[in-house]
């Protein structure tokens, strides 16, 4: 085994298989804690922050990207994939988080941006620099136009950003972005660029970092053939047909990431952004692609019964398919936080909602809160790993009425204002009761906090057992206590409206969906969502029974 790589620091136990039903905490760098008092969250915050995330029992951070980025999409427009940005700290300091991290016995994750580079990367300058048909602008996809003269795009194709996937540079070429225009995409039938992609993830791992998140994974294969055909991402399923999305060929990319990551002792554990259907996604998830694959199916689900039973029964067999283990989410930074979600009326366009600034229709603050503090219990009594969204354990709402001259998403100006994105759930988290910033850091945050945060702080949850906070604390403990195999069985929950399941040695979680309460099945109470007593269990609560 002479010939694995030895990365830099290394977490204190070795189970390879951590990966596989881990809680994996993350972090989106810039709104998480403020060291050096520039309204910018930084790295040196994240470190002073890891006994924080030491005691609340989670055992990996997943970093959203903190590379030197102009931020035109919040720093999934990389300029550099092997430094840091200078705003967050220098590579010494991700170094020392890594060593901090893995002092607490916490993996530490990367974000990976392979779909696109940022417009400021020294490529796609040398690439503008260097005129049509040359090496430079082989590493993107740049074509000529149509119509008379080539003034009209190659093809109809839109940017997930709203407004056409093509922007036209100054020689008359076009270049391809499937989001915003400061994201080029790349070509990866390059080998140059499979080639350097390769040397970033050794670069991170040389450096202790135990594995990757890949952005648009399903993105980077292309159908480039002439004429264009027409792709409709939003026309789910994808079945593979799609120009743009989720193509068969893209496997060949992750078949030889695996290779690198197999390098490692223990390898490096890696999962994809791929939004694509079960069936599908887990391809990626192959032991010999990336491992894991998220799965978004309950984050795009209503807070109901049938539906996260159909959805866990559907992702735990498409993963025995796979031998890939399943992936939880109800949140991350692209998404409405799952405590507004389940506070709106079943079917709330969330785009609408938050153009009226969170008022129509009105949220149910308590009803959203007490749903999400039942799903997260469900979820983290499932098998498989739980992705966990930096302020969810603070039961965290939305922030719906940001400024519009302070919104920093992409979406917003691409869309001509009309939907506003995704700065409600990347609002800098509350530390303390009171401060210019709720303990995020000395000065006003880069996106404004609402007035209220501080009751949501750690501070103010740190001392009532009741908080969200206590309940993700006390269900990650009990969680690293009693999580082991990849199984469950239903049970009945005897009543309609209650998914009831258990997993090994009497352990059970027991969640009833409806409004109205229904009898406690006999057992002793390891935690809950709510307060259970006098064999009741409350409407919208979750238990789990030993
Ligand atoms: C992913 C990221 C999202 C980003 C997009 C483009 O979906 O999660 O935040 O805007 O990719 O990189």
Same mark, same amino acid.
């Given at each position: 085994?002479?010939?694995?790589?030895?990365?830099?620091?290394?977490?204190?136990?070795?189970?390879?298989?951590? +990966?596989?039903?881990?809680?994996?905490?993350?972090?989106?760098?810039?709104?998480?804690?403020?060291?050096?008092?520039?309204?910018?969250?930084?790295?040196?915050?994240?470190?002073?922050?890891?006994?924080?995330?030491?005691?609340?029992?989670?055992?990996?951070?997943?970093?959203?990207?903190?590379?030197?980025?102009?931020?035109?999409?919040?720093?999934?427009?990389?300029?550099?994939?092997?430094?840091?940005?200078?705003?967050?700290? &220098?590579?010494?300091?991700?170094?020392?988080?890594?060593?901090?991290?893995?002092?607490?016995?916490?993996?530490?994750?990367?974000?990976?941006?392979?779909?696109?580079?940022?417009?400021?990367?020294? +490529?796609?300058?040398?690439?503008?620099?260097?005129?049509?048909?040359?090496?430079? =602008?082989?590493?993107?996809?740049?074509?000529?136009?149509?119509?008379?003269?080539?003034?009209?795009?190659?093809?109809?194709?839109?940017?997930?950003?709203?407004?056409?996937?093509?922007?036209?540079? !100054?020689?008359?070429?076009?270049?391809?972005?499937?989001?915003?225009?400061? %994201?080029?995409?790349?070509?990866?039938?390059?080998?140059?660029?499979?080639?350097?992609?390769?040397?970033?993830? =050794?670069?991170?791992?040389?450096?202790?970092?135990?594995?990757?998140?890949?952005?648009?994974?399903?993105?980077?294969?292309?159908?480039?053939?002439?004429?264009? =055909?027409?792709?409709?991402?939003?026309?789910? !399923?994808?079945?593979?047909?799609?120009?743009?999305?989720?193509?068969?060929?893209?496997?060949?990319?992750?078949?030889?990431?695996?290779?690198?990551?197999?390098?490692?002792?223990?390898?490096?554990?890696?999962?994809?952004?791929?939004?694509?259907?079960?069936?599908?996604?887990?391809?990626?998830?192959?032991?010999?692609?990336?491992?894991?694959?998220?799965?978004?199916?309950?984050?795009?689900? !209503?807070?109901?019964?049938?539906?996260?039973?159909?959805?866990?029964?559907?992702?735990?067999?498409?993963?025995?398919?796979?031998?890939?283990?399943?992936?939880?989410?109800?949140?991350?930074?692209?998404?409405?936080?799952?405590?507004?979600?389940?506070?709106?009326?079943?079917?709330?366009?969330?785009?609408?909602?938050?153009?009226?600034?969170?008022?129509?229709?009105?949220?149910?603050?308590?009803?959203?809160?007490?749903?999400?503090?039942?799903?997260?219990?469900?979820?983290?009594?499932?098998?498989?790993?739980?992705?966990?969204?930096?302020?969810?354990?603070?039961?965290?709402?939305?922030?719906?009425?940001?400024?519009?001259?302070?919104?920093?998403?992409?979406?917003?100006?691409?869309?001509?204002?009309?939907?506003?994105?995704?700065?409600?759930?990347?609002?800098?988290?509350?530390?303390?009761?009171?401060?210019?910033?709720?303990?995020?850091?000395?000065?006003?945050?880069?996106?404004?906090?609402?007035?209220?945060?501080?009751?949501?702080?750690?501070?103010?949850?740190?001392?009532?057992?009741?908080?969200?906070?206590?309940?993700?604390?006390?269900?990650?403990?009990?969680?690293?206590?009693? %999580?082991?195999?990849?199984?469950?069985?239903?049970?009945?929950?005897?009543?309609?409206?209650?998914?009831?399941?258990?997993?090994?040695?009497?352990? =059970?979680?027991? &969640?009833?969906?409806?409004?109205?309460?229904?009898?406690?099945?006999?057992?002793?109470?390891?935690?809950?969502?709510?307060?259970?007593?006098?064999?009741?269990?409350?409407?919208?609560?979750?238990?789990?029974?030993?």
């Amino acid at each position: 085994m002479s010939t694995l790589r030895t990365p830099a620091s290394t977490p204190r136990t070795t189970d390879p298989d951590w +990966w596989r039903d881990a809680v994996v905490y993350q972090v989106y760098p810039r709104s998480f804690a403020d060291s050096d008092g520039d309204g910018l969250g930084d790295l040196a915050g994240v470190t002073s922050r890891v006994p924080y995330l030491g005691s609340l029992g989670v055992d990996a951070i997943w970093l959203s990207p903190f590379f030197p980025s102009p931020l035109a999409d919040g720093g999934y427009d990389v300029a550099d994939y092997r430094d840091v940005d200078e705003r967050l700290g &220098t590579l010494t300091d991700f170094d020392e988080l890594v060593r901090a991290a893995h002092e607490h016995d916490i993996r530490v994750i990367v974000d990976i941006v392979p779909n696109h580079t940022s417009d400021e990367h020294e +490529w796609f300058r040398a690439a503008l620099a260097a005129g049509p048909g040359s090496p430079e =602008r082989a590493r993107y996809v740049f074509r000529d136009g149509s119509g008379p003269d080539g003034a009209e795009p190659p093809s109809d194709w839109v940017s997930n950003f709203g407004g056409s996937a093509w922007t036209r540079v !100054p020689d008359g070429q076009w270049y391809l972005h499937l989001f915003a225009p400061e %994201q080029p995409d790349l070509d990866w039938t390059n080998p140059e660029v499979r080639r350097d992609f390769e040397e970033t993830l =050794r670069f991170w791992s040389d450096r202790g970092v135990d594995g990757f998140r890949v952005d648009v994974a399903h993105g980077l294969a292309k159908d480039l053939s002439t004429p264009y =055909r027409p792709s409709n991402e939003q026309a789910l !399923p994808l079945d593979g047909s799609d120009p743009l999305y989720d193509r068969d060929e893209v496997h060949d990319i992750f078949a030889s990431w695996r290779r690198v990551l197999d390098e490692y002792d223990p390898p490096r554990a890696a999962v994809a952004e791929a939004w694509a259907p079960a069936p599908r996604r887990v391809l990626y998830a192959r032991p010999t692609e990336l491992g894991q694959a998220f799965n978004f199916d309950l984050l795009e689900a !209503p807070f109901d019964a049938a539906a996260f039973r159909t959805i866990i029964e559907r992702n735990l067999a498409s993963s025995e398919q796979s031998g890939a283990s399943s992936t939880w989410v109800l949140s991350n930074h692209d998404v409405v936080r799952h405590a507004t979600r389940y506070g709106l009326p079943e079917g709330t366009d969330t785009d609408a909602w938050l153009m009226t600034d969170g008022t129509t229709p009105p949220l149910d603050r308590e009803r959203g809160l007490r749903r999400a503090r039942a799903a997260t219990l469900l979820v983290l009594a499932l098998p498989g790993s739980s992705y966990v969204y930096q302020g969810e354990e603070l039961g965290l709402h939305e922030a719906a009425a940001i400024p519009r001259d302070l919104l920093q998403d992409p979406k917003w100006v691409r869309t001509g204002h009309t939907v506003k994105g995704r700065d409600g759930c990347r609002v800098p988290i509350p530390w303390t009761e009171t401060g210019p910033s709720f303990g995020f850091g000395p000065v006003a945050p880069h996106l404004p906090q609402p007035a209220d945060f501080g009751a949501w702080s750690v501070e103010a949850e740190s001392g009532d057992e009741t908080s969200t906070l206590s309940l993700y604390r006390a269900a990650l403990a009990a969680r690293r206590r009693l %999580q082991r195999g990849e199984s469950l069985v239903w049970t009945e929950g005897g009543a309609d409206g209650v998914v009831a399941f258990a997993r090994h040695d009497g352990w =059970r979680s027991v &969640t009833n969906f409806g409004p109205e309460p229904v009898p406690l099945p006999p057992g002793a109470v390891i935690v809950s969502s709510g307060p259970v007593a006098d064999g009741v269990l409350p409407g919208e609560t979750t238990v789990w029974l030993a």
